[in-house]
């Protein structure tokens, strides 16, 4: 077996994340305890009671599925785990990636990950998001070349086969809708962000992400962690930190990701955080690939028990 482990992306919370690992596992139970001492907030009130309007503001968005994120690969560790030949995590699922492969601590990834949604937010208003669904990317930037500018209209994540994201100012995004229909595609849907990330509108928050870079220690990857923006596997602390920084005001590569994963072998993938979207996204770009997620208790007990029976082996991340 071949593993790579994944962290999943904002879109994916829910009140109540976490809750059931943090009881199941004191090794989940201690991330929470670490975020909620190194943010002047308390995560773990919010993963577990919310509000939903809190939840889903990306400035406490972002914090709660990093250290969701981190407490399954921690409870993952406690109980059954082969040492993965890959990390990868879809957007701000990067942080935790880059948690399990030891290039940033935890606390250090929090801080950052606040610091990115706060950024985030910052940014106008007058932008957003849109999924495409049911056609294939090249035909989806050609509409978006047809009917806007880069700088207004950009391909955000190719998240998998038919599934395709773009960012924008709202403008744009308004009149995207009928050329992308008449071009075939099944549904166009607006999706409950607050900006345009992933675009050239974020170039000021690439910027400012990089100088809250330089207050942090980053290290070499124990693990290759494959980036979101070339989907190269990377060790090196420079060029993951400099990719880390462009990954926001650029796409996510998510297709190039997986392919490249299962290409260097990778035949079972494990998704730790809220919800099960990258498991989602694996089953339509390479079918072929065991899968498993590591959301709560019951899917804990799944992925460990299959895990031990493939390696016998325990290791920590």
């Avoid at 407490?71 to 993952?76: E, N, V």
């Avoid at 669904?133 to 998998?160: F, H, K, M, W, Y």
Wanted: some cysteine; proline content about 5%; glycine content about 8%.
């Amino acid at each position: 077996m071949s593993l790579a482990l994944l962290f999943s992306p904002q879109g994916s919370q829910v009140v109540g994340m976490g809750r059931e690992m943090a009881e199941a596992s004191p090794a989940a139970r201690a991330v929470f305890d670490e975020a909620d001492r190194v943010l002047p907030w308390s995560v773990s009130e919010v993963c577990w009671n919310g509000p939903e309007e809190r939840l889903n503001d990306t400035r406490q968005t972002q914090p709660c599925l990093l250290a969701t994120s981190v407490a399954a690969l921690r409870a993952l560790a406690e109980s059954a785990a082969d040492t993965p030949a890959f990390v990868a995590g879809h957007s701000v699922g990067e942080y935790a990636a880059l948690v399990a492969a030891g290039v940033l601590e935890l606390d250090a990834a929090l801080r950052l990950v606040a610091r990115r949604g706060q950024l985030m937010a910052g940014v106008g208003a007058d932008g957003g998001m849109v999924a495409v669904l049911g056609l294939d990317r090249p035909t989806v930037e050609q509409v978006v070349a047809a009917i806007a500018r880069p700088t207004e209209l950009a391909v955000a994540n190719d998240n998998a086969p038919g599934q395709v994201v773009i960012s924008g100012s709202s403008a744009a995004l308004d009149a995207i809708g009928e050329p992308m229909r008449a071009a075939g595609a099944k549904r166009v849907i607006r999706l409950p962000v607050s900006g345009a990330f992933h675009s050239p509108l974020m170039a000021g928050v690439a910027g400012r992400l990089a100088d809250a870079f330089e207050a942090e220690s980053w290290n070499d990857a124990t693990i290759p962690v494959v980036s979101n923006v070339t989907a190269e596997p990377l060790t090196d602390a420079s060029r993951i930190r400099n990719l880390l920084a462009e990954q926001v005001r650029s796409p996510v590569e998510w297709v190039s990701c997986v392919e490249r994963m299962v290409d260097d072998g990778v035949d079972t993938m494990i998704e730790c955080g809220s919800g099960t979207a990258l498991i989602g996204m694996i089953k339509r770009i390479a079918p072929q690939v065991r899968t498993a997620s590591v959301t709560n208790a019951d899917s804990l007990a799944s992925a460990s028990e299959m895990l031990r029976a493939t390696v016998p082996a325990k290791a920590s991340f």
